[in-house]
């Protein structure tokens, strides 16, 4: 590919044009960003393959055995009629990504332009040639937040390829299985049209941003005069912030008190088993419980979990300076119930760190 456009605020033009800087970001900053499913993405970099069978009989020699295998699922040529049904999710190397819209011009500004209102941008910089950018940040690029040490100590190569629109996961019983690929995003990503540079870096990096100071030959990077219209995106006030967050941590606090209560009425059950209890009357007993259980976790996902994410990726967008290593962690991934006390009491942390320091 040659010809290549980067979007962005008119604010940032003076950087690329004059300071000749750019941002490459990890996966995960883009997993946890604030705000709608356009620059955000929590599933990226992320396959989910959906395992629901009744194996009658297998081992490694059969083609579901080979899938299940792959998937870390062990199963040898006495393994029979097992059933299993969970979804089995890989995330993918943190990379560095930075991200372009594929020409011409046109279609690359109408892909922008069916971004949320609050995402859109509007200035334009065009990339003359993709391939020979790349090979530019690899040979003159120096990274600020780290004393200008040179692109190249850092980073290999620069992958460069077009994203695929295609599904990320897969029934397991029915479909091949899917693997996390950065050059592979969900289909209503299409209309972004974009090709990525992709950055695995030789050692960890703790930064999720970092900025690139570069020289471009004269006619690689030129301003499109162009201008979009770009609205601002406030978002909420903190007090608002603080409300809502005070609000779903409530609720986590009653699943916490119930989930305890139903921990107890286990141990009991146990107990009376053991002291020779009615057996069947014992094991009613304990399916209801799990139903139960079954029935609160349910209820917290459908109410709560996704708004708590949504809520910290706010946070995070509102400051710079609230981060929280395992809620990072944490809400890249599907929740679990032993979860909850953590991060009830990291969300705890947070808001109090947000409400106490002046923005």
Request: net charge neutral.
């Amino acid at each position: 590919m040659k010809k290549a456009y980067k979007f962005m605020n008119s604010a940032a033009l003076p950087y690329w044009l004059n300071e000749h800087t750019l941002r490459i970001s990890k996966v995960s900053y883009f997993r946890l960003l604030y705000g709608s499913e356009w620059i955000h993405d929590p599933l990226e970099v992320r396959a989910t393959n959906h395992v629901n069978i009744h194996l009658e009989r297998g081992g490694n020699g059969s083609e579901i055995g080979r899938k299940l295998n792959a998937l870390g699922i062990r199963t040898t040529e006495n393994t029979q009629d097992i059933r299993i049904n969970l979804p089995i999710i890989n995330l993918g190397p943190d990379y560095f990504i930075f991200s372009v819209s594929g020409g011409p011009f046109e279609k690359a500004r109408a892909g922008m332009e069916q971004a949320p209102p609050h995402e859109r941008y509007d200035a334009c910089i065009m990339i003359a040639n993709l391939k020979e950018f790349a090979d530019v940040i690899k040979s003159t690029g120096r990274i600020r937040e780290l004393d200008m040490r040179p692109f190249s100590d850092l980073w290999n190569d620069i992958s460069i390829g077009k994203v695929k629109y295609v599904a990320n996961e897969a029934d397991v019983a029915r479909e091949s299985l899917v693997q996390p690929d950065p050059f592979r995003k969900r289909p209503h990503f299409a209309p972004q049209n974009e090709w990525r540079l992709v950055m695995a870096p030789q050692d960890e990096l703790k930064h999720e941003v970092l900025t690139v100071q570069f020289d471009p030959p004269q006619g690689l990077i030129s301003e499109v005069p162009w201008r979009g219209k770009a609205l601002p995106n406030p978002g909420p006030n903190d007090e608002e912030i603080v409300e809502k967050i005070r609000l779903h941590l409530g609720r986590l606090r009653d699943v916490l008190v119930r989930q305890a209560q139903y921990d107890e009425q286990h141990r009991s059950l146990w107990d009376a088993r053991r002291g020779g209890g009615d057996a069947a009357a014992l094991k009613q007993q304990e399916h209801a419980l799990d139903a139960a259980r079954e029935e609160l976790w349910d209820m917290y996902e459908q109410e709560s979990d996704r708004e708590l994410r949504n809520l910290y990726r706010l946070l995070r967008w509102k400051r710079a300076d609230i981060r929280h290593p395992f809620l990072d962690h944490t809400f890249q991934r599907p929740m679990y119930p032993g979860d909850l006390k953590r991060i009830f009491a990291a969300m705890h942390d947070v808001l109090t760190t947000f409400a106490s320091r002046p923005t």
